[in-house]
Each structure stands twice: as C-alpha cells, then as structure tokens.
C-alpha cells in the first residue's frame, strides 16, 4: 500500500477542488477512489472544527466587549478620570466584574489598585457623601435633559432635602464633566418710550392669588426660512404657562384661540387682567371685544419699552436658551413635540427663583392647599 505524505495529499485535494476530475487524480497518481473520497470527507471535518473554533473565539470577543461596555456604563467613571476616583469605581464593583477587566477599562494599572485596596485606607466620609451626591447631580440632570446648570440642580436637591451648595454642585459638575447644554439667546436692547398707555400692572410682577394678572406675548420660530409664532399665556402668581398655541400666522385669531384656552382652563375667573405689549393683535377691535365680553381688565406696556413685560421676556429667553436652540428641526411636528414637551418641564419640573425654587404647579398646589385648611379651620 504506498503511503502518500501530507504535501502529497494536499496537492491531490487543491486539484479536486480546482475541478479535476476523480479519474484523472487516480490515473495521475495512483491513489484508489475510495481514499481520495475518505481525504475529502476528513478535510471537510476539519475545515467545519477550524470554522466552529473561530465562532466560539468570536463569541468570546463578543462576550468580553458586551462586559467591557458595562462596566464603563456603570462605573460612571472615564479614563482620564483620576486615579483615585478610577480607584473608588473599581472598590465599588470589586467581587461583581473582573478586576483585571475593570482595570483595562479605565486604563489603570492593577498593580497601582491592589496597592490602594490592600493598604485598606478607607474612604473619607466627605468623599462618600461626594459620590452619592454625584449620583444626584446627574439624576437631576439628565431629568432635566442636560439643561440645568448648578443653581437649578441645587435647588432641585434641596426640595427633596439634600443639602448642599450651588459652589459645590458646580465643582461637582466640574469632575463628572457635565454642563448645562442651554445656548444663550441674542437680547435686542431697546431705548425706553415714556409714552404710557393703560398699565394696570406698573411691573408689579409678584402677585398674591392666582388668576389675578394673566401675561402673555408672541415670539417668532423658524424652521429653516419657515416661520411660525408661539403665543404663550403666563399666570404670574405661580409663573406656569396656562395655555400656550403655536400657529403659522401671527394673527388675531392666535391671540383669541389662546386667550379662550386660558380662560376655559382656569373655569373663566373673575376680576382678571391680562397685561401685553402694545402689539395688533392684542389692540385689535375684536380681541379688546373679547376681552370686554369677559369682563377682563387690559393692560399694556409702555410702547417699545420690553421691562413692563419682563416676565414673558424672561420666558422666551429660557424657552430658546434651554429648548428652542438646543434642537434642530426638520418638520413642524418635530417643533410642536419640541414645544409640548418643554411647557410640561416647565410646569413640572424647572424650579423658579421667585417661588422660593418650587415648580408653577408645585406653587399653586400648596397654595390651595393651604387656602383650603383656612376655609377648614373657620368652619369649625
């Protein structure tokens, strides 16, 4: 029986596989078709194990990657962190994750963290409250979709009676490397004009009740060389947006539809005023009607004059600094949902200086709240 060697052999399968036939390969070099044929099946086995063995080394690439990527989810830790901050994210998952495998993650050598974890210096207790400080200031801040910045996280802690400072949120903000996203908006200064026309509110922003001064405004939004108008109704005791519309005409019929949103919302109040600028719509014939029907006093500002008007100017500031600027859009619904979306943030979620940092229906929660134990006590 002539043995052939493996070179033999792997030339007479290169051949087969190239297209020659079994007759040529047995007449050429004499081997018999039953062993040709038992060559083939036995490359075939091998060539399936060589394919199944880089399957499962792929398997395992992809297994160590997925653990690599969750690791770096949940250590909220980043390479050029530093190294004792790299140090306290690892001491936290040490026993759930490999700690060769976290060590690579943040590019910290094992050598330098065994040398910390072995020397058993603990913690400071100012550096745990830190941490867990941090896990709040990034809570807050990706419930407010990146828009807050120092101030308003410390005034979201505090409410749920976490105390803390802005100076130590910011430095804070600072090392987890996050910053308000809000794109400052570009203020036109207008001179003052001492005409005086019916100003009922005299800049008396801070009201006592509910439904007693109403402002509003209309600002201009673009959608590449599209332009459409919000018109937003502002409550100024709680600051919360009562009614708001978004149109693609500035008209009369803005103003009307808003107003009467407002006034349903609010069960038709009674002893109302509703403070403008001087714009059309707002002078017109039939919303001056509208608003006489109603028995709702009007005010204006002065003319030209924007601080007779400064909250709703402050508003629009916030509107296109937190939101508007921050997105781009491609279709009026894409900045209608934009819209929607920051008036409920607004209302529900943005604290406000001047309500002692609690939300417009926080505010006004506590308020009737608070109207209601009264009525309670004199009736007993």
């Known amino acids: 029986m002539t043995k052939y060697s493996e070179k033999q052999?792997?030339?007479?399968?290169t051949e087969y596989n190239d297209g020659k036939s079994i007759e040529k390969i047995m007449s050429t070099y004499g081997v018999s078709r039953s062993t040709i044929f038992a060559w083939i099946k036995k490359n075939i086995q091998t060539k399936k194990f060589i394919e199944y063995k880089k399957y499962e080394i792929l398997q395992k690439e992809l297994e160590h990657t997925k653990l690599k990527l969750e690791i770096y989810e949940n250590l909220h830790c980043f390479k050029d962190s530093s190294i004792r901050e790299k140090e306290i994210a690892i001491s936290k998952y040490l026993g759930q994750y490999p700690t060769k495998t976290m060590c690579k993650v943040l590019a910290l050598p094992c050598g330098t963290f065994y040398n910390y974890h072995f020397r058993k210096k603990d913690v400071t207790q100012n550096?745990?409250?830190?941490?867990?400080?941090?896990?709040?200031?990034?809570?807050?801040?990706?419930?407010s979709e990146r828009?807050?910045?120092?101030?308003?996280?410390?005034?979201?802690?505090?409410?749920?009676?976490i105390k803390t400072s802005p100076r130590k949120i910011q430095k804070l903000m600072k090392e987890l490397n996050i910053?308000?996203?809000q794109i400052p908006q570009k203020n036109e200064t207008r001179k003052p004009n001492p005409d005086y026309e019916f100003n009922k509110l005299k800049r008396l922003f801070?009201?006592?009740?509910?439904?007693k001064f109403w402002v509003s405004d209309i600002t201009e939004v673009k959608i590449g060389l599209n332009k459409f108008y919000l018109c937003v109704i502002i409550d100024l005791f709680s600051r919360k947006v009562i009614a708001y519309r978004l149109s693609c005409q500035n008209n009369t019929s803005l103003t009307i539809n808003t107003f009467k949103d407002a006034f349903e919302k609010r069960n038709r109040p009674t002893e109302l005023s509703f403070h403008t600028d001087q714009g059309t719509n707002y002078k017109s014939i039939e919303f001056r009607d509208l608003l006489q029907t109603l028995k709702v006093n009007q005010s204006f500002s002065h003319r030209g004059n924007p601080y007779d008007n400064a909250c709703m100017e402050s508003f629009y500031a916030s509107f296109k600094r937190e939101e508007y600027n921050t997105k781009e859009y491609e279709f009026f619904e894409d900045l209608e949902n934009s819209v929607n979306s920051y008036m409920e943030f607004y209302n529900n979620y943005r604290p406000h200086e001047s309500l002692k940092n609690k939300t417009p229906n926080q505010f006004e929660a506590e308020y009737y709240e608070n109207l209601a134990n009264k009525k309670s006590q004199i009736s007993l």
């Open 9 to 13: 052999k792997k030339q007479i399968l």
């Open 179 to 181: 910053k308000s996203i």
């Open 206 to 211: 801070n009201q006592d009740a509910p439904n």
């Open 127 to 143: 550096q745990i409250r830190d941490e867990k400080l941090k896990t709040e200031i990034m809570k807050s801040y990706l419930e």
């Open 147 to 161: 828009r807050f910045g120092a101030k308003k996280i410390f005034a979201k802690l505090q409410s749920i009676g």
